[in-house]
């Protein structure tokens, strides 16, 4: 059996292939459309995906009729899919579930799902397939932690992450046990905590937060020392690195959000434990690339882009939708002058696997979801708290970051660079050769 797993309808739609335990192909809806979390798959595109995959079956990620019942019980507006379905459905937090446990590499002994809300649970734990703990709506740490991001003037659903990097800037000074345990679904009055700082209070959010995700991950190693975890949440890293000390293996699914499930809906479905390799399973842009010609562009001290292989499904750009720079100059402002960025943001570097533990001390996996202390000074690709989001290159990466960096290793002894995504601020990441050309065009950055 083929199936084609749907995402769609709220934020962030999306759509993966599955036959037997192999992914045939997964992607978010927003690198074609070129929209931005575009939460809807376009029409035409369904004869455009029969015939190209020519899927047996398709299932969706929640069932709509359950979620208005929650939204007609709260007062709030119906919504329905884009379109009729007429296949399987699964609980939204059955999906997510199902993509972190089916995709992990051991056997997890409970699996975590938190996010913002799906039909009514906004946190669950999983073990052996069966829900063994919940909370459920109005109680939700991923709309409180939206509420703060849309308060302190950022964009929910799309800059948590910012409201996660600028709580470093700030002190934990306020009290928001009452907020937190609250409904938060309509967000914060601007007049609230009107005498603090927006780093004041993305600082105290995230302590709450992290407090708040320890508590539940103690009732999960009550069933062992093996999690696996996803649902929106999962991307604060600064928290994963918090709970990772707690667990002999941890597997956080490397798409925990919404647009996973469109994976992880196929999993519930088939039970089938698959072959989860690396990200790289969106639009294939087939070229080679010489990474002397990409070094030799980076030592002059430019920023270049690589736009090669298979698109990375999910938020992180792990090689080949990427923009890369030296790290041994404070090149920080250049790119975030490229991208549109606020001035504070930091980025991540891209280390080899083997130099890992002489520059960094933590914890740091090939997806980028942890923090790790640095050992060095390269300022671009370390936070105002000594901090930075490592993403470990094994030798083994498909991507054409390996061979990169091995060639800049080998020029200049230093064995990382700075990598972020192919993108500018508020558009999506670079998907096709087209949008590479574009992108090199506008923005005046060589991308190979």
Known sequence: MRYLGISEGFHNAAYAVVEGDKIIYATEVERITRVKNDKTIPGYHFDTLKRKFNYDETVFYEYSSIKNAR??????????????????????????????????????????????????????????????????????LGLFYSAITKRIGLKPNEDEYITMGMAAFGDICINMEEEIHSNCHRGFKRSKWFWHTPEDIAASAQAHLEMELLNIFAKARKYGPNVAYAGGVALNCVANSKIRPKFDNMWIFPNPGDA????????????????????????????????????????????????????????????????????????????????????????????????????????????????????????????????ARVQVVKPSSKSALRPILEEYYERTGVPMLLNTSLNIKGEPMVNTRTDADRFQTNYGVRVF
């Open 71 to 140: 939204r007609e019980m709260y007062g709030m507006a119906k919504t329905t899919p884009c379109r009729p379905y007429t296949h399987g459905n699964i609980l939204h937090h059955e999906s997510h579930a199902a993509a972190a446990y089916f995709s992990c590499p051991f056997t997890p002994d409970s699996t975590v799902v938190i996010d913002a809300i799906g039909e009514f649970d906004t946190a669950s734990i999983w073990v052996d397939g069966c829900k063994v703990w919940s909370k459920q709506y109005p109680w939700s």
């Open 260 to 387: 996973g499930s469109a994976l992880g809906c196929i999993l519930a479905k088939t039970k089938q434990k698959i072959k989860f390799e690396d990200t790289f399973l969106g639009h294939n842009i087939s070229r080679s690339i010489n990474p002397k010609l990409v070094v030799d562009t980076l030592l002059k001290r430019k920023v270049v882009g690589v736009a090669n292989g298979k698109a990375e499904f999910g938020p992180r750009a792990l090689g080949n939708r990427s923009l890369l720079g030296d790290v041994r100059y404070d090149i920080k402002d250049t790119v975030n002058n490229i991208k549109r960025r606020q001035k504070f943001r930091p980025f991540a570097p891209a280390i080899l696997e083997e130099y890992y533990e002489k520059y960094f001390e933590g914890y740091g996996n090939e997806y980028m979801q942890f923090v790790a202390k640095a050992k060095h000074d390269y300022s671009s690709v370390t936070h105002v708290d000594g901090t």
